[in-house]
Nanobody, 124 residues
């Protein structure tokens, strides 16, 4: 029912910045949570950040806290992930996901809808 479209991935140098966007095909639901996950080759998918559409409360993984910021844009039906001070270890495919009325937003299996993923590569 919900289609998520990601954009903004690319190649950047260490210390640089990149902003990812996740757009919903339909109007946002106020009860939804939107999460960001990433997966590097040979690694499991890990939690990055999450935001509640209602209220805008956020949660970040320790590995990105202070460097990444996720925010919502009600008018544009977008959720952005602003990534600053990027490190080579941030290299991964980044995914956005959405689900309604979930509590454990760090658990990938709890999400119902997923974007196709976008590659972020950080060079030394």
């Amino acid at each position: 029912q919900v289609q998520l479209v990601e954009s903004g991935g690319g190649l950047v140098r260490a210390g640089g910045s990149l902003t990812l966007s996740c757009a919903a095909s339909g109007p946002p639901c106020s009860s939804y949570s939107v999460g960001w996950f990433r997966q590097a080759p040979g690694k499991v998918r890990e939690f990055v950040a999450a935001i509640n559409w209602s209220g805008g409360g956020t949660l970040y993984a320790d590995s990105v806290k202070g460097r990444f910021t996720t925010s919502r844009d009600n008018a544009r039906n977008l959720v952005d992930l602003q990534m600053n001070s990027l490190k080579p270890e941030d290299t991964a495919v980044y995914y956005c996901a959405a689900a309604e009325r979930i509590v454990a937003v760090t658990i990938a299996d709890n999400y119902d809808y997923w974007g196709q993923g976008t590659q972020v590569t950080v060079s030394s």
